[in-house]
């Protein structure tokens, strides 16, 4: 009997919801970085050991008078690791031993932009020390990550209502949203090897690093309802 009452309603239940319209989209959010932190590499390989750790310490000592010259305090160079490893090749079909190689990484914590310009301009030059990535960061991630998701909640929005208005409805209630990525893009790598041949030229590297963006992305559920009962 209570089955039966079941099916006898289930179609009116149905027929109470309203039918929705999920909406993607997406928002992206530029700004000015509070820091820059730029990661270095120093590798050297030469047929002695001891003789890769000397190239690697007079690296690194011209890095350290680069950093001066760009005005930076060389206190500012952080030492993240440093690796040693053979360095082989294949002759007739048996690995011969070449050298050895070390690698030294760090990073330099910056906050004005001209100092990233200035230490680029001092290392083109250097063919054993690499600028191999600059990461933007931001004091107000939260805020931005907000604003973001906001801005893509209301391109969502009227997403909604473009193809609402194409089906001849309108956009209820919204009653469902979720978050579906947020993220910084990569930062951009400068090209050493190109800036190396634009100073030949005389041409001045470019300016690519002004602004950090970030973006965010939400799926939101909106209720379809006629025209005249829009109640937003």
């Not at 319209?21 to 030469?46: F, G, L, M, W, Y």
């Not at 500012?76 to 090749?89: K, S």
């Not at 969502?156 to 579906?180: D, R, S």
Request: glycine share 4%; aromatic share 4%; with cysteine.
């Amino acid at each position: 009997m209570r089955f039966l009452l079941f099916l006898l309603l289930c179609p009116a239940v149905l027929w109470a919801v309203p039918p929705t319209i999920t909406v993607e989209a997406n928002a992206i959010t530029q700004i000015v970085p509070d820091k820059i932190e730029i990661a270095i590499r120093i590798q050297n390989t030469q047929q002695r050991l001891k003789d890769s750790r000397a190239a690697v310490d007079r690296s690194l000592e011209r890095l350290h008078q680069a950093m001066t010259a760009a005005g930076l305090d060389p206190k500012r160079l952080v030492l993240d690791d440093i690796q040693q490893n053979r360095e082989y090749n294949w002759e007739s079909q048996r690995q011969v031993l070449i050298g050895y190689a070390v690698i030294l990484s760090a990073r330099i914590t910056v906050t004005d932009l001209k100092h990233v310009r200035g230490l680029t301009n001092e290392l083109l030059d250097d063919e054993d020390i690499a600028i191999v990535g600059l990461t933007l960061i931001t004091d107000h991630e939260g805020e931005v990550r907000l604003q973001t998701l906001a801005n893509a909640a209301t391109a969502a929005q009227k997403k909604a209502e473009i193809l609402a208005q194409t089906l001849g409805v309108a956009v209820g209630k919204p009653v469902e949203i979720v978050e579906t990525s947020y993220a910084q893009p990569p930062s951009p790598r400068p090209m050493l090897a190109q800036m190396r041949a634009n100073a030949q030229a005389s041409i001045q590297p470019e300016e690519n690093v002004t602004q950090m963006s970030v973006q965010g992305s939400v799926k939101v559920v909106f209720e379809l309802v006629p025209k005249h009962e829009d109640v937003r």
